[in-house]
């Protein structure tokens, strides 16, 4: 079965400061990808990077960087010199990118509650 | 403007009063999906769609239903909304099942009394 697994529910990082959310998953597929979105109290949905699991090297999208652990399992969120507008539920997800009940589907973690202080 | 449409964003109902959510997108995507998003629990997938007139069930579709009859339409369907599916709901799309970017909609925030 399918498993995202976000250990911290909250994290507290100073602004301009670099903080790290963890990610672990569990899956047999022998391909998929990995998301990471953003979800301010707004409440809407915003993708921020996504990883391949056959792809080579780490995601960047500007300010985000995953870190892409395949042996380990474990796809992990660097934000990078953070702001006061990073703060901000984030989840991990995972899709099945393979053959099977797992193609297309999307599984989430239960989210990290990131808080930006100045 | 691409987009994924949901209406109605708020809704407050009564226990068995049938309702629909729905939701369409203007990308020509063949994957379309529900979700529901409930405190602690992170987002579950109700109902997925690879296409027109094929629909199956995700990790909780007790008390919903879905239909595909249309490319950009994929309504959520409750029959007789009970309490316990207060929640806030995502509809989303993609080109394919396998691709790297999925379009979330705004939500609905549903509360049944």
């Known amino acids: 079965a399918q498993k995202i697994t976000q250990t911290q529910p909250g994290m507290f990082v100073q602004e301009k400061e670099a903080v790290t959310l963890d990610c672990t998953y569990d899956t047999s597929d022998p391909s998929y990808g990995l998301f990471w979105y953003k979800q301010p109290s707004s409440g809407e949905m915003i993708f921020l990077i996504y990883q391949g699991s056959y792809d080579q090297q780490n995601a960047t999208e500007g300010r985000y960087s995953l870190n892409f652990q395949k042996a380990r399992k474990s796809a992990n969120l660097v934000i990078s010199a953070s702001q006061l507008g990073d703060s901000a539920m984030y989840f991990c997800a995972m899709r099945g990118i393979y053959r099977g009940s797992t193609l297309g589907r999307l599984y989430f973690g239960r989210g990290t509650q990131l808080t930006v202080w100045p | 403007e691409a987009q994924v449409t949901q209406n109605p964003r708020y809704l407050i109902t009564v226990t068995g009063k049938k309702l629909t959510v729905t939701c369409s997108q203007n990308m020509n995507h063949e994957y379309m999906s529900w979700y529901r998003q409930d405190p602690g629990l992170g987002l579950r997938q109700i109902y997925y769609?690879?296409?027109?007139?094929?629909?199956d069930k995700g990790d909780v579709p007790e008390g919903y239903k879905v239909s595909r009859k249309e490319k950009r339409n994929f309504p959520l369907i409750l029959e007789s909304p009970s309490p316990n599916q207060t929640s806030l709901y995502f509809c989303?799309?993609?080109?394919?099942?396998?691709?790297?970017?999925?379009?979330f909609g705004p939500g609905t925030r549903l509360t049944v009394l």
């Open positions: 989303a799309s993609s080109l394919r099942p396998r691709a790297d970017t999925q379009y």
């Open positions: 769609s690879m296409n027109v007139e094929v629909t």
